[in-house]
């Protein structure tokens, strides 16, 4: 596996630069030889010699390589090697980097290195003697040098080379020698005033060094003094107390248990503190102490302040004589240890590695942009740039008369442009007059489910439908109520970071609300996503895996929104919360509500029963596609049903789906559905299915989504959260252990037959027979012919009531089902009697 990933992690344009450099280290290495093993008597350009056998180490070609270089170079034909590996390094490793050069700093770099490398060759000719039979400056330093000793003195020609040699470098390396200058004066003038002062320091080090031990002892001394003194206070106070107390029961403790080392009959706490103190003062004596040790002072003081006096004595006896508050910890550690909802602690805390992005790459990058745009003929200034973890939004103002649309309809050659994955355009900013262009991160971070859980808006929500999504462009944590919604669809492509979206929010769900104040039906006809939720016990029923069931589950929705309206209008109130907290007003007054819908035979009990506290019921379908293509149509008439009616009954619904089509997200859905989200689409149709609107499709996958609001018409772009399925397990676990869910068998038992039908819902078999049905009998027994056409000419009606009535015609076994090449049917009723 690690070898295959070592062999094939280089595409073929890496692999090219790779081999570049690899050659051009290999002739640096060539060249170095060759001019090191240099020899004057073998062949070459400038010499003519017949030698049996050649010096250098690189041949022949290396023998002239050398002469040629020695030649023109002089010394500084060593210098080549370095400047042939230097540049193939610069321009073949990471060529990414330099699609975004700096002309101006790369011009200059160039003129440095000319600068540089020519005044060093007129210096070297000038002040150096020759090297072999070649000048020390070579042909170019000889050149240089003799020409400009035609003007100038040799120590002039010398200072204006030396000017040169030093502004190159500036040019070349960035080399500030100003600044080293001034470093190197500060130092010295540093290390002259230390040099100045060292006796006196030496003088007080060796006065100082008697003073400190003495003083810090004391300090130290002090402290551990008041220290213990707070402590005995303390515990003086608190033995005081429980003495008082509990006296009695802390008697009957040590009467019950074995005192292995102190058998005396009437040993109070109090005086066993105290005695332990006394002994433990002269351990901590001061001179005894190891100060390097402090911990271990420390140690001794915790545990003598952790252990009180009764849970000092391990309980290995019964102590269920004893009362209550005399016994041990069992209970009271039973007790808390399982708090009401899960901890935060079960979540992973990743270490997160930021990149801060400074101010300079961000202006480099608003520059870019810009000239980017100018490219295509778009005049605009990045007024503002807001990076986040995910995407960095420039905010633009375009120049007057240029429009947004050119803008949005240039996304994709944006992108390329920009060499970005992709280029999202917000069109609309509420409250400012720009538009932005949202640009994914090179580095993209991942947004974890615990630091968005862990946010104030989350823990202070008090609706016990509150869910986080993830976090907002510039990292602040996104937090939603399911209530205001009050239902939500999910839509993505495969692999668009849905399931992992839906599991966020499940997750938050069982973070915010116990099984009091909501409970779930799960429905996952994919059998993976939701089965790990199985056991919880906020499930009204096992997870729905068959899609006969799940609509079953729905049809039961329906009934339970219809009932709890029924509720609500019997007791007068208009939601939900307004019924729970009516009867817990009831409740608390001591006189509870009874149900108004329970009839004499209804149940066994002899009178109504008592209305108890209603919990929220969300229900989730992950693949709701699958759902509408075996369900049907009734599928989508139930969904409709509860999307439109049960915001007031506390029932809402998140629909998930990885087909945005037409077909699966219905008009009637939509229209009853306002709140949606969309992940990652491949198309800006998907994208205008689920949101009305562009701009899903420019979205970067992997929990990236755009979410809608309950009544607004812009999309909020959301990096949603990520948890990973050994959190999900854990929370799932954490929630097993505090109970088991209740399950409502009936959920999953109804059957699609008459007795379950729902008020205002149809059986499919018992369609309301057409008015016209006597009528066309009569016509079709009497012509012995039947065609939907011959209905439709002589009863003057539509196609679609004529097919209808030739299907209930067929029903009702009037007429056969078609047969033969020609689909044609037969009249089995006989013909109409005539009188
Ligand atoms: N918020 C996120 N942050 C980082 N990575 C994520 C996030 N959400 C999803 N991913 C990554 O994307 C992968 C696919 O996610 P997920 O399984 O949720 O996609 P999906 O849309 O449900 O696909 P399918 O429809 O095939 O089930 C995950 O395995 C995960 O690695």
């Given at each position: 596996?690690?070898?295959?990933?070592?062999?094939?992690?280089?595409?073929?344009?890496?692999?090219?630069?790779?081999?570049?450099?690899?050659?051009?280290?290999?002739?640096?290495?060539?060249?170095?030889?060759?001019?090191?093993?240099?020899?004057?008597?073998?062949?070459?350009?400038?010499?003519?010699?017949?030698?049996?056998?050649?010096?250098?180490?690189?041949?022949?070609?290396?023998?002239?390589?050398?002469?040629?270089?020695?030649?023109?170079?002089?010394?500084?034909?060593?210098?080549?090697?370095?400047?042939?590996?230097?540049?193939?390094?610069?321009?073949?490793?990471?060529?990414?980097?330099?699609?975004?050069?700096?002309?101006?700093?790369?011009?200059?770099?160039?003129?440095?290195?000319?600068?540089?490398?020519?005044?060093?060759?007129?210096?070297?000719?000038?002040?150096?003697?020759?090297?072999?039979?070649?000048?020390?400056?070579?042909?170019?330093?000889?050149?240089?040098?003799?020409?400009?000793?035609?003007?100038?003195?040799?120590?002039?020609?010398?200072?204006?080379?030396?000017?040169?040699?030093?502004?190159?470098?500036?040019?070349?390396?960035?080399?500030?020698?100003?600044?080293?200058?001034?470093?190197?004066?500060?130092?010295?003038?540093?290390?002259?005033?230390?040099?100045?002062?060292?006796?006196?320091?030496?003088?007080?080090?060796?006065?100082?060094?008697?003073?400190?031990?003495?003083?810090?002892?004391?300090?130290?001394?002090?402290?551990?003094?008041?220290?213990?003194?707070?402590?005995?206070?303390?515990?003086?106070?608190?033995?005081?107390?429980?003495?008082?107390?509990?006296?009695?029961?802390?008697?009957?403790?040590?009467?019950?248990?074995?005192?292995?080392?102190?058998?005396?009959?009437?040993?109070?706490?109090?005086?066993?503190?105290?005695?332990?103190?006394?002994?433990?003062?002269?351990?901590?004596?001061?001179?005894?102490?190891?100060?390097?040790?402090?911990?271990?002072?420390?140690?001794?003081?915790?545990?003598?302040?952790?252990?009180?006096?009764?849970?000092?004595?391990?309980?290995?006896?019964?102590?269920?004589?004893?009362?209550?508050?005399?016994?041990?910890?069992?209970?009271?550690?039973?007790?808390?240890?399982?708090?009401?909802?899960?901890?935060?602690?079960?979540?992973?805390?990743?270490?997160?590695?930021?990149?801060?992005?400074?101010?300079?790459?961000?202006?480099?990058?608003?520059?870019?942009?810009?000239?980017?745009?100018?490219?295509?003929?778009?005049?605009?200034?990045?007024?503002?740039?807001?990076?986040?973890?995910?995407?960095?939004?420039?905010?633009?103002?375009?120049?007057?008369?240029?429009?947004?649309?050119?803008?949005?309809?240039?996304?994709?050659?944006?992108?390329?442009?920009?060499?970005?994955?992709?280029?999202?355009?917000?069109?609309?900013i509420p409250g400012k007059s720009v538009i932005a262009l949202e640009l994914p991160n090179r580095h993209r971070e991942i947004v974890y489910i615990s630091e968005v859980l862990d946010c104030k808006k989350f823990e202070e929500s008090k609706s016990s439908l509150t869910m986080v999504l993830g976090a907002d462009i510039s990292g602040l944590p996104v937090v939603v109520d399911l209530a205001k919604m009050p239902h939500l669809l999910v839509a993505g492509t495969t692999g668009s970071g849905k399931s992992v979206g839906v599991n966020c929010m499940l997750v938050s769900l069982l973070y915010k609300s116990s099984p009091e104040d909501l409970r779930m039906i799960l429905i996952d006809p994919k059998m993976l996503e939701l089965n790990v939720y199985e056991g919880i016990p906020h499930l009204l029923t096992e997870v729905v895996t068959d899609m006969k069931d799940a609509a079953n589950a729905l049809r039961w929705c329906v009934g339970e929104m219809e009932r709890r309206y029924k509720l609500l209008a019997e007791i007068g109130v208009r939601n939900l919360a307004g019924y729970n907290a009516a009867v817990k007003k009831a409740q608390a007054a001591g006189e509870p509500l009874l149900d108004p819908l329970w009839k004499p035979g209804d149940s066994m009990a002899e009178s109504a029963p008592e209305l108890e506290k209603l919990p929220v019921i969300v229900v989730v379908v992950d693949e709701f596609a699958d759902m509408m293509m075996i369900v049907g149509k009734k599928c989508e008439e139930l969904i409709t049903r509860i999307a439109q009616k049960a915001r007031a009954a506390g029932i809402h619904l998140i629909l998930a789906t990885q087909r945005p089509s037409v077909d699966v997200i219905t008009g009637l859905i939509k229209a009853n559905i306002p709140t949606r989200i969309a992940f990652q689409v491949s198309s800006k149709i998907d994208s205008r299915t689920i949101l009305g609107q562009q701009g899903a499709e420019t979205l970067l996958g992997h929990g990236d989504m755009l979410y809608m609001p309950p009544g607004s018409g812009m999309p909020t772009r959301v990096h949603g959260a990520f948890v990973d399925d050994h959190e999900v397990h854990k929370v799932v676990a954490d929630w097993k252990k505090r109970g088991q869910p209740n399950y409502v068998q009936e959920i999953l038992a109804g059957d699609a037959d008459l007795d379950m039908l729902l008020p205002g819902e149809q059986s499919e078999g018992e369609e309301e027979i057409d008015a016209l049905f006597d009528e066309v009998v009569a016509f079709i027994t009497e012509t012995r012919k039947v065609s939907i056409s011959s209905i439709q000419r002589k009863f003057r009606i539509g196609y679609n009531r004529s097919a209808r009535l030739v299907d209930q015609l067929q029903a009702q076994g009037v007429i056969s089902a078609p047969s033969g090449a020609n689909s044609n049917r037969d009249v089995l009723a006989p013909p109409p009697i005539k009188d």
């Open positions: 596996m690690s070898n295959s990933k070592l062999l094939n992690h280089l595409s073929a344009v890496q692999k090219l630069f790779e081999v570049g450099i690899i050659i051009s280290a290999f002739i640096a290495i060539f060249i170095t030889l060759s001019l090191f093993t240099f020899s004057p008597n073998d062949p070459s350009w400038s010499q003519l010699h017949w030698v049996a056998e050649i010096e250098n180490s690189g041949g022949k070609v290396g023998a002239w390589i050398a002469d040629i270089l020695f030649f023109t170079f002089g010394f500084l034909a060593y210098l080549i090697p370095v400047m042939i590996v230097s540049l193939a390094w610069m321009l073949l490793w990471k060529p990414k980097l330099k699609l975004e050069v700096d002309f101006l700093n790369l011009s200059l770099r160039i003129v440095g290195f000319i600068f540089t490398f020519f005044s060093l060759s007129a210096l070297a000719a000038l002040n150096i003697n020759d090297y072999m039979e070649y000048t020390s400056g070579g042909l170019v330093g000889e050149v240089l040098s003799q020409s400009m000793l035609g003007f100038f003195s040799l120590l002039a020609v010398n200072l204006i080379l030396l000017t040169f040699l030093v502004c190159g470098t500036t040019l070349l390396f960035g080399f500030s020698w100003i600044r080293l200058i001034d470093g190197l004066g500060e130092h010295t003038l540093k290390g002259l005033a230390w040099i100045r002062n060292l006796p006196t320091l030496i003088k007080e080090m060796l006065e100082n060094r008697s003073e400190n031990s003495e003083s810090r002892y004391q300090e130290k001394q002090q402290k551990l003094q008041d220290k213990l003194e707070k402590r005995l206070e303390k515990q003086t106070k608190k033995a005081q107390k429980k003495s008082k107390q509990a006296v009695e029961e802390v008697e009957e403790v040590e009467e019950a248990i074995d005192f292995s080392d102190d058998n005396e009959p009437d040993h109070e706490p109090r005086f066993e503190i105290d005695e332990a103190e006394d002994e433990q003062t002269p351990a901590l004596h001061l001179d005894r102490i190891d100060w390097g040790d402090d911990d271990k002072t420390e140690e001794i003081v915790i545990d003598q302040e952790e252990e009180p006096e009764v849970a000092k004595v391990k309980p290995k006896t019964d102590f269920s004589h004893l009362p209550e508050h005399a016994r041990p910890v069992e209970r009271f550690v039973a007790d808390t240890t399982i708090a009401p909802l899960p901890s935060i602690e079960l979540l992973d805390r990743p270490d997160k590695k930021t990149n801060p992005v400074s101010q300079d790459e961000l202006n480099s990058a608003a520059r870019l942009v810009e000239t980017k745009l100018l490219e295509f003929k778009i005049k605009a200034e990045v007024v503002n740039v807001l990076p986040g973890p995910v995407i960095t939004r420039f905010e633009l103002a375009l120049a007057p008369g240029m429009k947004v649309s050119t803008v949005s309809s240039l996304e994709k050659d944006l992108a390329r442009a920009l060499s970005a994955m992709s280029v999202r355009v917000v069109d609309q």
